[in-house]
């Protein structure tokens, strides 16, 4: 069955601090990996996702994951935050073949003060 | 605006009472899926739907039913609600290869 870790809770930054937020899962095949971000009170929203190829992924509002096959790894990063990313976020993964639903991370508060 | 519509929004039940959460697409997706959300827990698979005509359990299954009415419209049901089911409820469908997926704005849901 696969798995998805996130270690990091509750984050707290500054504005213009450097964002990188841990996800880890657990499956030896195949797997799509996504970030998805939920606004206060919103419903979740698709941050960017890996298939396949460059390891290095861009997704909207500045954010980037790298993809990391040896350390089953999808990491989120974003190289200066702003108050309106205060949200939650969320990794997620399935299997390349095989059932398509995906399997959520516990989620990362990210809070930032102005 | 294409996307997926849930109803309710919000829901008071008292134990034992029964419910159907309402969710359609207008995107020709075949899949769909029903998750809840609970604090610190993440997003938890309840029933998908791969295409027309089929259902599948998902994670936590326990208590609840599901429809695929038609290609459009996946409903959940609670037969007799209890406090554990009071979460949030998000209903999302997707393409069939792969893509992400794209969620309704859920219903919050709470049992007392």
């Known amino acids: 069955a696969q798995s998805v870790s996130q270690h990091n809770h509750h984050v707290i930054l500054s504005e213009a601090a450097s964002l990188e937020l841990g996800c880890n899962y657990s499956y030896g095949g195949t797997v799509n990996l996504f970030w998805y971000v939920q606004y206060p009170g919103q419903h979740l929203q698709l941050l960017l996702k890996?298939?396949?190829?460059?390891?290095l992924v861009k997704g909207i509002k500045g954010f980037e994951a790298e993809f990391i096959k040896s350390k089953f790894s999808f990491n989120l990063r974003k190289p200066s935050v702003q108050w309106s990313d205060t949200a939650e976020y969320f990794c997620a993964v399935n299997a390349g073949t095989g059932r398509r639903a995906l399997t959520f991370g516990s989620g990362t508060r990210l809070q930032v003060q102005p | 605006n294409a996307g997926v519509t849930q109803t309710p929004k919000f829901q008071v039940l008292k134990t034992g009472q029964s419910m159907t959460l309402q969710c359609a697409q207008d995107m020709n997706h075949n899949s769909m899926y029903w998750y809840r959300q609970d604090p610190g827990m993440g997003l938890r698979l309840i029933y998908y739907?791969?295409?027309?005509?089929?259902?599948d359990k998902g994670e936590v299954p326990n208590g609840y039913n599901v429809s695929r009415l038609n290609k459009r419209e996946f409903s959940l049901r609670l037969e007799s609600a209890a406090p554990s089911q009071t979460s949030v409820y998000f209903c999302a469908s997707t393409p069939d290869r792969g893509g992400g997926y794209t969620f309704g704005s859920g219903t919050r849901l709470t049992v007392v």
């Open positions: 739907s791969a295409s027309e005509g089929t259902t």
């Open positions: 890996y298939f396949s190829g460059d390891p």
